[in-house]
Structures are given as C-alpha cells and as structure tokens.
C-alpha cells in the first residue's frame, strides 16, 4: 500500500468516525472523498518536486516540515496519532551508547515513498569525540599497514625460498653427477668425498634443506645438498670461512663437519674447496673463493674443510693473508691408525680403477713409457661396446692419473710421487729430514721415482699389503711412504705455528670423536665461541655401522660407507714396530700442542 493510499484510508476511517451515524454504505460520497484526496495529494507533490533531495539533504528538517505540513490539514487528531507513533519509533530505535548511534525511522526520510514503513529503521552514527576518533581511525591505519607489510614481507619470503630451494635443487643434480664421477678419486685430491647414508643401510636422497628428504635409492655425495631444517632467508650472504678444518686427512675431517653442521650457528662450505693448496684456484683470487662458501647470516660461522691444507707448505701463509684471526681446527687421530686408514682408502681406490680399466685402458700421455706391466694385471675381458663404456672408464682413470702421484709415493716413490695433491704439497723427503733431522735418509734413499702407466700403478698398490709398503724387507720403516709421513704430525704443524699464533688453533681427538663425540663438540662451541648446543639428543649409536649417526628433526644419518671402512688386518709385529717408530714424533706433537694425547707407543 502507498502513503497516499494508507492516508486516503485513514483520512477515510477517521472521517467515518466523525460522521458516525450517516449511512455506511454510502459508496458515492466516499469515492469523491478518495479523488478529492488524490488531487490535495498531486497537488502537494507539485508544490514540492524535490522532496527527495531535501530529504538527503536535510533528512530531520524535511521530517520536521512534513509533520508541520500534516499539521496544517484538517485532521488534527490522526496527526497526532502518527506524531506519538513516530514518537515511538524513534524511542524504539535509538540506542544508548558512547558513539551516539541513533536509530531514525526510515519513513521519517522518506514519507511520501512507496515502500515507507513506520517500522523501517536506518543508522545514524555522530562523531561526538573527534580526538577520540582521530586516534582510532590512526589505530586502524597503522594496523593495516603492519598487516599489509606482513603479508609483503611473507610473499618476499616465500619466493625467496622458491628460489634457494630450486638452487639448492639444481646443485644436488650436480653434485649426484660430480659424485658419481668421483666417488673413487683419490682423498688427497677429493678430501673424501661424502654423503649421508640413512641408518638403516639404504641411501638418502640429499635434497634441499627445506624440504622433507624423499627416500631414495641414489647416494649423492655433495654435502652442499646435505638435508637439514635451514633456510636461506633474506639478508643472508656468501662469507669467506671464519674457520678451517685444516686436516689431518682420515682422522674423521668430514664427521668433524658434519657434527658441527648440527649447531645453528654453523654454515659448512659443501665440498673440499681446495683453494689455499692448489695453485689454479688459489690464482682465481678471494672472490670465487668466496662465491664457493654456503649462505649464512651475519653472526654464523662458515667453515670449509680441506684435508690436504694441513700437509701443503704454502697454506698457512695463503690463509693467513686472507685472515689473520682465522680460526684453525686439526683433527688427529692415532698416526698408525690413521696410516691404515688411509692406505685402505688408497687401496679402496686403486681397486675401483683397476676392474674397468681393465676392460679397456684409455690412451695415456705417459703410456708410451710404461712398462706394459697394465695389460699383466688386467686379464678380464670386458662384454659391452668400448664406446659404451668410455665415459665410465674415463673418468675413472682421470681420477686415477689425479691420484697417481700420491699413490706412486705409497708404492714407495719420492720426490715427484710425494705429492699429494695437484698443488705443491711438503715432498717426503722434506718431511724425513725435518722429522728425523740428519739421521735420516735410509728408507728414502732406497726409493726412485718410477713412471708406471695408471694401469700398473692400481694394479701395484691393490696388490701390495699394508705391510709390504710400510715396512722395509730389512726391518726399516718406509718413513716416504705417504700414508706415514702424513702421520708424522709435528712436522706439519711446525709450520702452522710459525705463522699463527697456537691460542687460534683448536687440537681435536679424532678417536675420541668417535667414541664420544659430544666432549669434543663442546671444546669446539667454546673455542669458537659459540654456545654450547649440539648435546647427546643429535646422536645416536648405530650397531651395524659402528659409529655414531647424526639426529636431524627430518631424519636420522649416518656417514656414507667410505667413512668407517672395514680395515684389512694389519700383522700386529708391524703395528707395534710403526708404534715405536712414532713415539719419538709424537712426544714432540705433544709438546708442539701442549697436551699429551695418550697413544700407545707400541
Ligand atoms: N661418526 C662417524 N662415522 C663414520 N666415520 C667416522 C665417524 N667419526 C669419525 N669417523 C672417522 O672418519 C674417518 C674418515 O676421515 P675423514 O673424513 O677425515 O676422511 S677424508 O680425509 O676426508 O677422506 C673414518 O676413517 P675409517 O674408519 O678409516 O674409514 C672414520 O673412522
């Protein structure tokens, strides 16, 4: 019904009233009422065409001008009436609270429209307080913002990550391609190379550290992929190590690392760099040394670990000159001990190059001048194509040729085989002399440099035990045997303290490290100064294995197979022999450190 209608109809009904006693039906005189009302009202909405725009304009002074009008009409009463209704309408909805919120009838605006109802309510909201409202509004604004920053910074991060995890990704691709080629390189060139293996014997996949390691069948060796729960958030960078792992090779290098790995504020550079010893990464200058180093953030401490630093003469000079205060980790381990370990890896390694060379011996610079004792000690011949198999067999016998001047110097060799790596390394014949000071010579005397094709060279070394290599037919300790030589600690490190100060390097118990490694992670947290975290709940013992495996929140890990190899018996006359051989070197370790470390002298 319109507000016309309902006021044709009341103006009707209160009419009826009045004239009570008239004749009801009387449907003439009412019609002519209804037109008559019908004109008043045209005529009104003539008198005021813009009604509705002095509504929104003036909403209460129209609601006042409107009842005022009705005041004018004959009907007084039935004003009234509406009046108190209004009245009570507006009682009905205004409400009592601090913001001055009041409640209007919507007819009050809008009384000649079509859908006006008494009932009909809209919200008028007052600033009553404007200081109080300048405040909230200000609350308002700086929550939106902190929100919206929020949600920037969130979006910045999560592409940030996509992108480090994609990375990361990419490198574990090539580091399965790269661990695959060298999985059987020499140490003193690889350092070892090193993956995780899951505790239960089967292989982990590395993948990037932000996500959940997926089981998988292909051991990676690049630690740079090792999983763990760090993500390289924004504002982190490329440092150069703020510590070294310097050496001793065999002595647990790798667990060292990794172990530490475990402590937050620890960044570890993936694979061996290399860069102080080898003479071609050393002229690429700091800045691809450091372009080598992980991410880390300021306050954590990157470390890179090479083996072969400790061995090399020129390395502390070359790490002094890129940080004086750098500080020197050394692990050492039982030099006889040690010495097997190393010759079970070198023999480890011969024996993974002699199978396919074997089938099929790649073209050699050197080969012209071999003896031919290659082709003797192969003998297999081989099924599949030779093209087939040439990538295989390559890069075997590169890792071979790099390993082939330590592992001539293991055969016995000197002076050009004494090297252990591409880079210079201290000759064996250096290290006897300084060791043994001028009564030296006997063994070394006995030795010549021999140019054997790889072939033989793998051949030689996979045949000949331990004790044939260390120990002369006469008795005398082979002390250029390379696996020795690099026992003979003090030596090294006498080099080392002529050009740091002792306090900046830490001696770790490589063989206590094994038994017990969270005692030496300790001293390690304090001599860098970091707190002490990496405790018992990290570790656990794995029986099969035989050493401790690592406890990361995604999993648990234990070192690849090629640390903790099976160590092939060792005639214990020629163990205690090398043990009084080495006690005499050992006391002077001993005194070089400052600390007798308690190997038994036979
Ligand atoms: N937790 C744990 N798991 C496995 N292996 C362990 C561990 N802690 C120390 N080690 C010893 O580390 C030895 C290998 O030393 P490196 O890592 O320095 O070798 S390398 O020079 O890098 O090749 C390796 O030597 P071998 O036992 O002769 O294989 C281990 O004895």
Request: glycine share 8%; aromatic share 8%.
């Amino acid at each position: 019904m319109t507000a016309a209608k309902r006021r044709a109809s009341s103006s009707n009904s209160s009419g009826s009233s009045n004239t009570s006693g008239s004749s009801n039906g009387n449907e003439q005189h009412s019609q002519q009422q209804h037109l008559q009302l019908q004109q008043q009202q045209q005529q009104q909405q003539h008198a005021q065409p813009n009604e509705y725009q002095q509504l929104l304009q003036h909403p209460h002074h129209h609601y006042q001008q409107h009842y005022n009008s009705n005041s004018n009409s004959s009907n007084t009463q039935q004003y009234h009436q509406r009046q108190q209704q209004h009245q009570a309408t507006l009682r009905d909805c205004s409400v009592k609270l601090p913001l001055d919120i009041l409640w209007l009838p919507k007819s009050a605006m809008r009384p000649a429209g079509p859908d006006t109802s008494p009932t009909d309510c809209i919200l008028v909201v007052g600033v009553s307080r404007p200081k109080l409202a300048v405040v909230f509004l200000t609350v308002m604004l700086i929550s939106l913002f902190l929100t919206f920053h929020v949600l920037y910074d969130s979006a910045v991060y999560n592409i940030q990550a996509a992108q480090a995890v994609h990375e990361r990704h990419r490198l574990s691709m090539t580091a399965s391609a790269s661990a695959l080629a060298s999985s059987s390189s020499s140490s003193s060139s690889s350092g070892g190379s090193f993956s995780f293996s899951s505790s239960a014997g089967g292989a982990s996949n590395h993948l990037p550290v932000f996500v959940k390691p997926v089981p998988s069948s292909n051991q990676l060796s690049h630690p740079m992929v090792f999983p763990s729960s760090r993500v390289h958030f924004p504002k982190t960078s490329r440092r150069l190590p703020q510590a070294l792992i310097i050496g001793v090779r065999k002595c647990g290098t790798r667990a060292l690392l990794e172990m530490l790995y475990l402590h937050p504020r620890i960044q570890k550079a993936g694979g061996e760099v290399h860069f102080f010893d080898r003479d071609e990464n050393y002229l690429k200058g700091l800045e691809w040394y450091r372009k080598k180093m992980p991410h880390s953030f300021r306050g954590q401490i990157t470390i890179e670990k090479s083996p072969s630093y400790f061995v090399s003469p020129e390395v502390p000079e070359r790490v002094r000159a890129m940080n004086a205060s750098i500080k020197l980790l050394l692990i050492v381990r039982e030099p006889v001990t040690r010495a097997i370990s190393d010759y079970t890896q070198l023999r480890s390694h011969a024996a993974t190059a002699i199978l396919p060379l074997a089938e099929k011996d790649p073209p050699s610079p050197k080969e012209s001048s071999g003896s031919g004792a290659g082709g003797g000690a192969g003998g297999g011949g081989g099924s599949g194509t030779a093209a087939a198999k040439m990538p295989t067999q390559s890069l075997l016998y590169a890792k071979l040729q790099s390993a082939r001047g330590y592992d001539n110097a293991l055969l016995g060799g000197s002076g050009a085989g004494a090297k252990e790596t591409k880079g210079k390394t201290v000759s064996s014949s250096l290290v006897r002399r300084q060791a043994l000071g001028s009564g030296g010579g006997v063994a070394g005397a006995a030795m010549t440099t021999t140019t054997m094709s790889p072939m033989a060279s793998a051949a030689q070394m996979a045949a000949k035990s331990f004790e044939e290599l260390a120990i002369f037919p006469n008795g005398t300790v082979n002390e250029a045997y390379r696996p020795l030589s690099i026992s003979m600690y003090h030596v090294h490190l006498h080099r080392w303290l002529e050009v740091f100060p002792r306090e900046q390097l830490l001696v770790v118990n490589g063989d206590r490290l094994i038994e017990d490694p969270v005692s030496q992670l300790k001293r390690i947290e304090a001599f860098l100064g970091i707190e002490h975290r990496v405790n018992s709940e990290h570790f656990y013992f794995n029986e099969t294995k035989g050493f401790y495996c690592l406890r990361y929140d995604n999993g648990d890990r234990c070192l690849r197979e090629t640390k903790g190899r099976k160590h092939p018996h060792v005639d214990p006359v020629v163990v205690s022999r090398l043990r009084k051989f080495f006690a005499e070197y050992n006391q002077r370790f001993y005194e070089l450190v400052g600390e007798d470390l308690g190997w038994p002298e036979e």
